[in-house]
């Protein structure tokens, strides 16, 4: 031992010197860089002061995660990617009364707004802006005698003779009503369905022309 301490007198010093250049076990404080061949495995949390890196990644003293799969920043990715959080939900699919869990899409073609329930689509939703005209073409595509039709009609189903009025407003069944034109001729009936008068009929005999008036087919 002498020999490989020199023959060294101030034996007590030089290994106090010696050991003071050593880490210690528990505690120990680095300078420069700490390499190690294996895995490093902490029971507690680690703890830097600095920037942690891992690979291409680092972590941030202050928590930003920087990483070349986001290409900067996660924090700016996700700010950048994905829509702020709302704080309520905006739309949700189902849930509600006499609904199923079908998926249902909403899109724009374009020109329309449509909607699509699972296979099968339901066509243009209509909004405002194209009420007015899809209503027109629906109507105008109509049949005579259909649901949301006009037609002049001759009323029945009162009394003989005297005064039975209908007002504007009032229902009456297609079992009640003829078509007819102003002399009140039953052009063929009776019609099916419910009917809301649009004018008055002073008559429900369905024989003169106090018993005509346009009517509206509701149902």
Same mark, same amino acid.
């Given at each position: 031992l002498a020999t490989a301490l020199g023959n060294d007198p101030n034996f007590a010093t030089t290994i106090t010197t010696a050991l003071s250049l050593k880490a210690p076990l528990q505690s120990p404080f680095f300078t420069g860089?700490?390499?190690?061949?294996?895995?490093?495995? %902490?029971?507690?949390? &680690?703890?830097?002061? =600095? !920037?942690? +890196?891992?690979? #291409?990644?680092?972590?941030?003293? *202050? =928590?930003?995660?920087?990483?070349?799969?986001? =290409?900067?920043? &996660?924090?700016?990715? &996700?700010? +950048?990617?994905? #829509?702020?959080?709302?704080?309520?939900?905006? *739309?949700?699919?189902?849930?509600?009364e006499d609904q199923y869990n079908n998926k249902v899409f909403i899109g724009w073609n374009g020109e329309y707004?449509?909607?699509? *329930?699972? !296979?099968?689509?339901?066509?243009?939703?209509?909004?405002?802006n194209i009420a007015v005209a899809r209503a027109v073409w629906a109507q105008s595509t109509a049949k005579a005698g259909g649901i949301g039709t006009y %037609?002049? @009609?001759?009323?029945?189903?009162?009394?003989?003779?005297?005064?039975?009025?209908? @007002?504007? =407003?009032?229902?009456v069944t297609g079992a009640s009503c003829a078509f007819t034109n102003t002399g009140a001729y039953n052009g063929?009936?009776?019609?099916?369905?419910?009917?809301?008068?649009m004018g008055m009929v002073q008559n429900r005999d369905g024989l003169a022309p106090d018993s005509t008036t346009l009517c509206l087919r509701v149902a």
């Open positions: 860089h700490v390499k190690a061949d294996g895995d490093i495995y %902490a029971l507690g949390r &680690l703890i830097s002061t =600095g !920037n942690i +890196s891992i690979g #291409e990644a680092f972590i941030t003293s *202050v =928590g930003n995660v920087f990483g070349t799969a986001w =290409g900067g920043y &996660l924090s700016d990715y &996700l700010a +950048s990617t994905y #829509e702020p959080k709302l704080g309520y939900v905006p *739309v949700q699919q189902g849930g509600g707004l449509t909607a699509q *329930v699972d !296979n099968d689509p339901q066509g243009r939703i209509w909004t405002d %037609a002049l @009609m001759v009323i029945g189903g009162g009394v003989a003779t005297g005064y039975d009025p209908l @007002m504007p =407003g009032q229902f063929g009936g009776p019609a099916t369905g419910t009917w809301q008068v």
